[in-house]
């Protein structure tokens, strides 16, 4: 994986997406088998995370990723990963393969597009001098 897998429009995908590790590695679960229809207390329970999710974590980043696209809903309120595009599948590929090979880096984006979002909205509050 080079650097110029980390495109702008995936360094936007990371930073409207995936809040967390936790959500990256949950998205990464669910996408492992796009076959299942899941429960957000199901992975909880049985998908190990960096530090264990609750119901509540795993229900909020599921909210996320059907906002965003990329799974779908059945009627008894399971998920399953079903990305609207190409482009959007193509994001997940992305995130898993800089999962694999360059943990760290992904990790340190995740923080640092979080921190400039937190950031950008503290200045929005900001007294200008006339």
Known sequence: MLDADFSDDFCRFI?????????????????AQPEVWWEPAQLGGKVR??????????????ETFQN???LATGPDRRFRYRPKSEELAA????????????PVTLIRMIYALRDAKIRS??????????
């Open 49 to 62: 995370l960096a530090r264990g999710i609750t119901d509540v974590e795993a229900a909020r980043y599921f």
């Open 68 to 70: 965003r696209g990329l």
């Open 121 to 130: 909205f503290a200045d929005a509050f900001k007294l200008r001098r006339r």
């Open 91 to 102: 994001h997940v590929r992305t995130l898993a393969t800089a999962y694999n090979e360059r």
């Open 15 to 31: 930073q409207t997406t995936i809040p967390d590790v936790d959500a990256a590695e949950l998205l990464l679960a669910v996408s």
